[in-house]
């Protein structure tokens, strides 16, 4: 069982930072394999931002975010985290984190059918 709980977000205006966390409670029998943000605006479906994969470190962005944001976890917390610069109003979503911990045959980074566990969310608005 995994369990994660996010932290972080907040208001912040156009153009300026925020640091979002993702802190994962894990059984001792499981183990994380790859960790993602997905962000979801009201009345849309959620979209990836960004995975780390825990053992090799290698990242993916989506294109909307590429060379702003930047994910990173710390092994011995358990945490993952997404620093956001240059934020835009179309950033402002429900910032959820997600973690597979089972490996699978086919398996899509980018699709949020394919991450067992999610956290509640935490809000990211940016205004103007």
């Known amino acids: 069982q995994v369990q994660l709980v996010e932290s972080g977000g907040g208001l912040v205006q156009a153009g300026g930072s925020l640091k979002l966390s993702c802190a994962a409670s894990i059984a001792s029998s499981h183990s994380v394999l790859t960790m993602a943000w997905f962000r979801q605006a009201p009345g849309k479906g959620p979209d990836f931002v960004a995975s780390i994969f825990w053992r090799s470190d290698y990242t993916y962005y989506a294109d909307s975010v590429k060379g702003r944001f930047t994910i990173s976890k710390d092994n011995t917390k358990n945490t993952v985290y997404l620093q956001m610069d240059s934020l835009r109003s179309e950033d402002t979503a429900v910032y959820l984190c997600?973690?597979?911990?089972?490996?699978?045959?086919?398996?899509?980074?980018?699709?949020?059918?394919?991450?067992?566990?999610w956290g509640q969310g935490t809000q990211v608005t940016v205004s103007s």
């Open positions: 997600a973690a597979v911990d089972q490996y699978k045959t086919k398996f899509l980074f980018n699709a949020y059918d394919n991450y067992d566990y």
